[in-house]
């Protein structure tokens, strides 16, 4: 089984900065994208950004030019800086993978994490 954790959440105030991390354990032969989504209080939840492994990215409108998505491959983790932060940022944000497990049976696997809370304060 393929597990993520999320880490980095927490309160901040407008204007400020967070960086979120996001790794993928357990049996892993490769993972082919990975992804960050939040969700608010009686909203949907959204995807944010989203990169493949060859490291194309895909932002939401709402966080162009404010938030980038990375990844290192290597570690199977993936990160999202957050600048500029806004009231509107906050939410619990989902880490999500598609990718392929190890040995033995190299099944597909698309997983989510348990999320971690982003609070900006007004």
């Known amino acids: 089984q393929v597990h993520l954790v999320e880490s980095g959440g927490g309160l901040v105030q407008t204007g400020g900065s967070l960086r979120l991390s996001c790794v993928a354990s357990?049996?892993?032969?490769?993972?082919?994208?990975m992804g960050w989504y939040r969700q608010a209080p009686g909203k949907q939840r959204e995807l944010v950004a989203g990169i493949t492994s060859g490291g194309r990215t895909n932002y939401a409108d709402s966080v162009k030019g404010r938030f980038t998505i990375s990844r290192d491959n290597a570690k199977n983790t993936v990160y999202l800086q957050m600048n500029s932060l806004k009231p509107e940022d906050t939410a619990v944000y989902y880490c999500?993978?598609?990718?392929?497990?190890?040995?033995?049976?190299?099944?597909?696997?698309?997983?989510w994490g348990q999320g971690t809370l982003v609070t900006v304060s007004s």
């Open positions: 999500n993978a598609a990718g392929s497990s190890g040995p033995p049976s190299y099944r597909s696997f698309e997983v």
């Open positions: 357990g049996s892993i032969f490769s993972i082919n994208y």
